[in-house]
């Protein structure tokens, strides 16, 4: 399977929300997605199936000032355990490359250990507990965080 990795736009809006009422009991809103798609500090990347042009997969990230934050991710059904959120990450980690004093965090489902294992072989590592995080059960969320990567310079003082 082929992807081709781009920045979201606003005509993706109906596949973004078709994959994220499949994916979450307590999904995003159409307008939360449009918010985020025209927010400077933000950036949407959607994998899209080179044969068919179906977005199967969306990352959302916003920018603060130590780091950035993955706010979402998802990937359709069918699509799942292929690689998709692992080469989103990866095409984010490219793209924010040159940002060496930001790192990356997200929340995700104690639950959710193919996530949690994906995110750990990324080099994310568990930095706490919110507990009740998830208001759809009041399941707890781990903290993950991964520090920047420096850009290999001579050091030159």
Not at 44 to 62: M, N, R
Not at 96 to 103: K, S, V
């Amino acid at each position: 399977m082929k992807l081709d990795l781009r920045k979201l736009e606003l005509r993706d809006l109906d596949a973004i929300e078709r994959i994220e009422r499949e994916s979450y009991p307590t999904p995003w809103s159409r307008s939360m997605f449009a918010g985020e798609l025209a927010k400077p500090s933000s950036l949407s990347l959607g994998a899209f199936d080179s044969e068919s042009g179906l977005l199967v997969g969306y990352l959302v990230i916003s920018r603060y000032v130590d780091a950035w934050h993955v706010m979402n991710v998802a990937v359709t059904g069918p699509y799942r355990r292929r690689g998709v959120a692992r080469a989103l990450l990866d095409r984010l980690f490219q793209v924010t490359a040159n940002d060496e004093h930001r790192g990356y965090t997200l929340e995700v489902r104690v639950s959710n250990e193919g996530a949690i294992k994906l995110y750990e072989a990324l080099g994310f590592v568990s930095r706490g507990v919110r507990r009740g995080y998830y208001t759809d059960n009041r399941e707890d969320a781990l903290i993950m965080w991964r520090d920047p990567v420096p850009t290999d310079r001579a050091d030159t003082g």
